[in-house]
Each structure stands twice: as C-alpha cells, then as structure tokens.
C-alpha cells in the first residue's frame, strides 16, 4: 500500500466545480441572487459543503422557510446526501459531463419519500461511521473496527470532514489493507448502481475457486449475463475490465470504505 500512495492521494484530491442555484419559486427579493460558486472535494458529502452556500441564499427567501431542511436536485432529481458528492456526479452526469456541475437549492416541498431528513452533522457522521463497519464486517469480519479506540473514529471522521488527507489515511489503512500475505479480503464492499439509481450489492470475493485474482470483467458477467459491453464507472475513470477487484477496493473505494460503481 505504501508504494500506491500517490494514487490514494490522487483519489482523494479530486474536486467538482459546482454552481448552486436557488430554486426560483422560492425567492422573495427584487434582486435575484447570484448563483453560488464552490469547489468540493468528491469523496465528501453536500451536508459538509454548503454551510456557506446556504448562509448566501438565506437573505433571498421567506424567513419563515429559513429553519426549514435544505435539500438540493439536479434536473428535477432530488440529490441523496448520503452519497457521496462524486458518486452522484458519476451516476447522473457521467455519459454527459458539463463543469460547473450547476445544482437548485430548494428549503421547501422537501420530498419526504425520496430522501432521509439531515437535520445536522451528527446524522452524516453516524451514517458515515455505520457503513464503514459494514463494510468493515465484508472485509475482515468485523475484526479491525471492533478494536479501534473512540479517539480512531473521531480521527477518521474529522480527517473526512476537514479534508485532511494524512490524518484520515494514518487510521484508515487498517481497514483498507488485507490480514495475511495470502489471505486478501474475505469479501470486497462494493455496489454496483444503474443509471437509474438502483443498487445491486451482493457478496463479491476477490477470488476465484482456484485461488486466482478475480477482475471486474467477472463481476459485469455475474451481474448483467445477459448484457454486452457493460462498462463500469468510479471517480469519474471508466474502469478497465481486467483490473483485479482486490486492488480495486484498496485503491479505488470512498472513504467508507466501499467501491460505488456506475453502469455506464
């Protein structure tokens, strides 16, 4: 792992342009707002990118909506916060990608049915700490998180939330490496999303029966049989088919710990 550190450090370096626009039914000024401009890194989440955004466009709506949950949508399509922000870029502007990626901000209609209510941080960062112990569970049976101190979690999720790429890494290179020169993972944490949103999971080893690397090519076969020319998208990079799932989840996965894959 020691000798991919550039790649660990070029993953996590990624960032998106992104313009957010507030939503035109919701402006109560004269003067219409300027559009709001940010550069966020990919592997985070909107919850911990928008503190600013949200104090610009407050001034612009009814102050009776101003307590209410912002929530953001692109082309009609409400953005779920607990992806992250490069993963939802991928599934819905990957075949057609135009920078700035330019969002609306709405603070009412919130859709109750279509995402989970984030009244604060706390809910993101116990949403984030859960799926790393899942996927925790599918690599080493649970063994590496249940021995981490309290002071291990926060570091991780401060490193997360502060962008700061050694203080996550210094803990989180325990769950991203393999236990034992042959052993590898028991199972590698992966989803496998269509372009319409939907989630594919299911129990993937890195291996084949005969002890050889399992590559991607095998999962598209596994997953879509009937399909031709399936291909697989993540952190913006169309994947080649014959890269080895194991070096795939200890380089390519995001922070929790999972490898989000589009369908292209």
């Known amino acids: 792992m020691a000798n991919d550190r550039e790649v660990l450090r070029e993953i996590w370096d990624g960032k998106l342009p992104i313009c957010f626009q507030l939503d035109q039914e919701e402006i109560m000024e004269i003067q219409q707002p300027d559009p709001f401009y940010v550069m966020v890194p990919r592997l985070s989440y909107f919850p911990l990118v928008t503190d600013k955004m949200k104090r610009h466009f407050l001034r612009y709506i009814s102050q009776e909506n101003a307590d209410s949950e912002m929530w953001l949508d692109y082309n009609g399509q409400p953005l779920k916060w607990h992806y992250p922000i490069g993963f939802l870029y991928d599934l819905y502007c990957g075949s057609d990608s135009q920078l700035p990626w330019t969002l609306t901000v709405h603070f009412t209609k919130f859709p109750e049915t279509i995402l989970l209510r984030c009244p604060n941080k706390d809910v993101v960062e116990a949403h984030f700490m859960s799926t790393i112990k899942e996927a925790d569970v599918l690599k080493h049976r649970g063994q590496v998180m249940s021995t981490m101190q309290k002071k291990d979690h926060n570091q991780l999720w401060l490193g997360l939330q502060n962008d700061k790429f050694d203080q996550f890494w210094a803990i989180n290179r325990r769950l991203m490496e393999s236990h034992g020169e042959n052993e590898g993972f028991k ?78």
Not at 239 to 260: A, G, R, V
């Open 187 to 264: 199972h590698v944490p992966i989803r496998v999303y269509s372009d319409d949103g939907t989630c594919n999971q299911r129990l993937v080893s890195p291996k084949n029966n005969d002890g050889s690397r399992k590559v991607l090519q095998q999962l598209i076969s596994e997953l879509f049989p009937d399909k031709i020319e399936v291909k697989l998208r993540t952190h913006g990079i169309m994947i080649p088919p014959d890269t080895p799932l194991q070096w795939l989840s200890e380089h390519m996965s995001y922070p929790d710990n999972f490898l989000h894959l589009c369908v292209c």
